[in-house]
Every structure is written in C-alpha cells, then in structure tokens.
C-alpha cells in the first residue's frame, strides 16, 4: 500500500477521532478480563476471548452461558446473535468501501466494532469527497488505539481479577455494564418496544433450562421491533446533539 | 472461589469445561464473529440489502441482551435467584442515568455506586 499524503491525514484523523472512546472501552474490557479470570478462564483463554472475537457484548454472553452449562451450540448461537448487529454495520459500510482490495477488506471486517463502525460511518457521510484508500486509513486510524486498548485493558483485569475482593460484587458490574451498553440504543419508540417485549420474554422463559429462551425471545422482540417501525413509530425519542 | 462463584449458577462458573471445549469455543466465536462482520463487507460488495432484513438487524442488540439481562437482575445468581432490593434499586438507577445522560460510563458508576450504597443501608 503506498502511503500518500491524505491517506496518512486522513490515519491520524482517525485515530484523533478515537481517542473519546477509549475512556468507557477501558473498564469495559478491564471488566470483561477479571470475571473472565474469575469464572475460571486462564489467561491464555481470556485473552483469546479478547483478541480473536473483540465483541464485548458478546463475549460476556458466551461466558455467561458457559457459567450455566448451557450446550456448546447454544452458547455459539447467542453468542453470535449479539454479534448480529454487525452484519448491518458491514452492509452499511459496504457502499463506502466495496472499491477496497480484499485482504484491507478482511482486516477491516476483524476490526469492525461499534466505536470504528459509529466514527468512520459519520466521518464518511461529512466528507465525501474522500477515496476509497483514504476511507480505509481513516477506518484503520481509528481502531490503531482502540484493538491494543481492548487487549491491554482485558489482560490487566485477567492479572488483577483475583485480588479484588468479593464485597465489591463484581458480578453485578456484568448486567450492569450490559445496561448501560443497551440504554442508550434505545432512541425510538420501536427500540423501546423491542425492549420491552425482550424483558417480558426473557423473564417469561426464563424456567428454561441453559438459557434456551434467550432466543425466542430475542427473535420475537427484533420482530417486534421491525413491525413498530413499519407502523411508522421510529422516529428518535429526543433530538441528540449535532444529529 | 470469588466473583466465579456469583456469575456462575451453582457456583461453577467454566469448571464443566475441558480446555479443549473452551478453545473450541473462542475460536469457532472468532470466526463466526468474523464472517458476520466481513459478509457484506467482503462477498456481497456494494448491492443493497432487502429493507426488511435491514430493518429486523437494526433490533438485535435492544433484542437480545435484554433478553439475557431481565433474569440476572431479578433473579440475581449471586444470591441465589433470591430478588434483591438493593440490585433492583442499582438497575434503575441505571437505567435512568442512562437515558438521561446518554453516558456509558457515568450509568456504570451510577448503578454500581447505587449497590454499594443501598447494600451498606440495609
């Protein structure tokens, strides 16, 4: 790849543009190495976690499953499901970066998480004029501090996890965190619903055993969701700054 | 055992697993992880998606993880399945905090902060 001056720009752009998200990616993947760690991973294993799947979300579910001895393809099924959002990033980027050779494309889709997707997908729409070869150092300039702040700040939890002590209930840090991932997103009244009908239908199945009624659950509340918004309710909640 | 012990039910936590099936399932994560990523991305190119797959997608994170979060909360693995006021209490506070401030941060200091406080009252 040769490195011209605007692909270049357009790299330290993209890592500036990253720097706001490293602050709650931090204690998230600090999170993510201490129950890790304390569930009984080793290191290796958290880490593999960590570098191989870098889905927060997504891997605490994993572990979450594990912990109830759910059977392995229920654990790879939801686990893939919180992952599923992913495929809509990847087709809405698709547009931006379709021209791309395929080995940059490859690296892109390891490297496609909510902060790179979110930064580079409005970096795109405000400028442009960029190429394709811009777009992609942009969308790897982003991600230059957040991949090595997950692995880094998922080995320090594996490292102290197990000094911290038990009166801190840690445990509950996991659906908390999980909380405040999910409350955001909530910006229409179809998200809303969605919501609510996944609570309604988790606590409903939840006599099920390994968690086996996650997934109607889930699937019934995305349809939920859709159908809301065919009924014309998407709009946003509340107007957000600058959107 | 420490924090295992709560996450896991019945306190296990990945003891039931074999090296062997817990690498099977961070790699086949991994990949799986990886296709849902680079499938549009990678095979289809630029040709657009059917509206109403696009429309079903938009909804699987506010889908799912509530799904997997309403039974932690109000049958918490900690104490086992019993409801806890002083968790419930964090999870709203929460959750208001974060509607209201739209921060990830500052609605996991609110309802962690909230479940040292209630749980130091009670």
Do not use: K
Not at chain 1, 194 to 214: E, N, Q, T
Not at chain 1, 227 to 236: M, S, Y
Not at chain 2, 25 to 39: E, M, Y
């Amino acid at each position: 790849m040769t490195i011209t001056t605007s692909s270049s720009s357009a790299f330290l752009r993209g890592v500036r543009g990253s720097a706001p998200f490293l602050l709650p990616l931090g204690p998230f993947a600090f999170l993510f190495g201490v129950v890790g760690t304390e569930a009984g991973l080793n290191i290796a294993q958290v880490m593999g976690f960590s570098v191989l799947v870098i889905a927060g979300a997504s891997q605490l579910t994993a572990l979450q499953l594990m912990a109830d001895q759910a059977p392995t393809f229920i654990v790879l099924i939801s686990a893939l499901a919180v992952n599923l959002r992913m495929a809509m990033y990847s087709a809405s980027l698709a547009p931006w970066m379709g021209g791309a050779p395929f080995w940059q494309r490859g690296l892109a889709a390891y490297l496609l998480v909510d902060n790179s997707y979110a930064q580079s997908l409005a970096e795109y729409e405000r400028q442009p004029q960029m190429t394709v070869a811009e777009r992609m150092s942009y969308f790897f300039g982003a991600m230059l501090m957040i991949a090595p702040g997950w692995y880094a700040g998922t080995i320090l939890g594996a490292l102290v996890g197990r000094e911290i002590p038990d009166a801190l209930a840690l445990d509950f840090a996991v659906p908390i965190t999980f909380l405040a991932i999910v409350v955001p997103a909530l910006r229409t009244l179809a998200h809303v619903a969605a919501a609510m009908v996944a609570v309604i239908g988790g606590l409903a199945l939840a006599w099920l055993p390994y968690s086996l009624g996650l997934l109607p659950a889930g699937l019934l509340a995305m349809m939920v969701g859709a159908e809301v918004e065919r009924w014309g309710w998407a709009r946003p909640l509340r107007r957000e700054a600058g959107a | 055992m420490g924090l295992g012990a709560p996450l896991a039910a019945g306190g296990r936590g990945v003891t039931g697993w074999s090296d062997v099936a817990i690498w099977g399932i961070i790699v086949a994560l991994g990949i799986g992880t990886w296709l849902v990523r680079f499938s549009f991305l990678g095979l289809i190119g630029d040709r657009a998606l059917p509206p109403w797959l696009l429309r079903h997608l938009r909804y699987t994170p506010v889908a799912v993880i509530p799904a997997l979060l309403a039974p932690l909360i109000v049958w918490p693995p900690a104490t086992g399945g019993q409801t806890e006021p002083a968790r419930l209490i964090a999870a709203i506070v929460c959750i208001v905090v974060g509607l209201w401030t739209r921060s990830l941060v500052g609605s996991i200091v609110a309802g962690m902060g909230t479940l040292y406080a209630v749980q130091g009252l009670l």
